[in-house]
């Protein structure tokens, strides 16, 4: 069983508030994603990190931003939550090269009232 | 830019055969994923494959061709609990890029009919 772990799994939260998920790993991989999925729609790539200290947003423009100080946590901040922000919240972690699939944790049910 | 396509939905009887594909315009291509997500939970690896060819793993198959962009899924012995939505994943390094990233294709929702 993957050890990658995010809080809280369901949010509701009003409109303006800041916010931050959080995504810890113990298997001490060096990379780590947050993914954006809405009911039914795809995985979109919204940050990814390589080791601390790195990020990088990806192909989807999000509002979030993130930050990684320590290798296992990577947590995700919204400034100012909005109803369009309203979407499931995946993060996934991996190690650097090779056959090394990527291991998701439960998600974050974001729902922006 | 970078591109994956897989059909949409797919019909199958339980004890059949189904084959999901994908395919992917990358560049940088550094081996394609397949994972299973039933609805509302996270998705949980199934298959990797890296070098052109098939791996089996079980009731699973993975195929890719890296010349065509190409790879599929093979299910076989068919479970009504193996209804769920199958993604296609790409890890590919951008040209400059610091390091690879893992994208998703829309995934292909498979209905498993008695």
């Known amino acids: 069983e993957a050890d990658i772990y995010q809080t809280p799994r369901y949010l509701v939260i009003g409109t303006g508030k800041k916010i931050t998920l959080e995504c810890s790993q113990t298997?001490?991989?060096?990379?780590m994603y947050w993914y954006q999925q809405d009911p039914g729609m795809e995985l979109h790539l919204i940050h990814y990190s390589y080791g601390v200290n790195s990020t990088e947003k990806g192909d989807l423009s999000s509002e979030s931003t993130v930050s990684r100080i320590r290798t296992e946590h990577f947590p995700l901040t919204l400034e100012s939550a909005r109803p369009s922000h309203t979407s499931q919240y995946l993060c996934?972690?991996?190690?650097?090269?090779?056959?090394?699939?990527?291991?998701f944790g439960q998600g974050t049910r974001l729902t922006v009232v | 830019g970078q591109n994956i396509d897989q059909p949409t939905e797919m019909t199958a009887t339980e004890g059949a055969i189904v084959q999901i594909n994908c395919t992917y315009q990358?560049?940088?291509?550094?081996?394609l994923f397949w994972y299973q997500q039933h609805a509302g939970e996270a998705p949980t690896f199934l298959s990797y494959?890296?070098?052109?060819g098939l791996e089996e793993k079980g009731r699973f198959s993975s195929f890719l061709s890296r010349s065509k962009g190409y790879s599929y899924l093979l299910l076989k012995e068919l479970q009504m609990k193996d209804s769920a939505s199958y993604l296609c994943a790409v890890r590919f390094r951008e040209y400059g890029g610091a390091t690879n990233k893992l994208i998703f294709g829309t995934g292909t929702l498979l209905a498993v009919q008695p």
């Open positions: 990358t560049s940088g291509f550094n081996g």
């Open positions: 298997m001490g991989h060096d990379k």
């Open positions: 494959n890296v070098l052109d």
């Open positions: 996934a972690s991996s190690e650097s090269e090779g056959r090394r699939e990527a291991f």
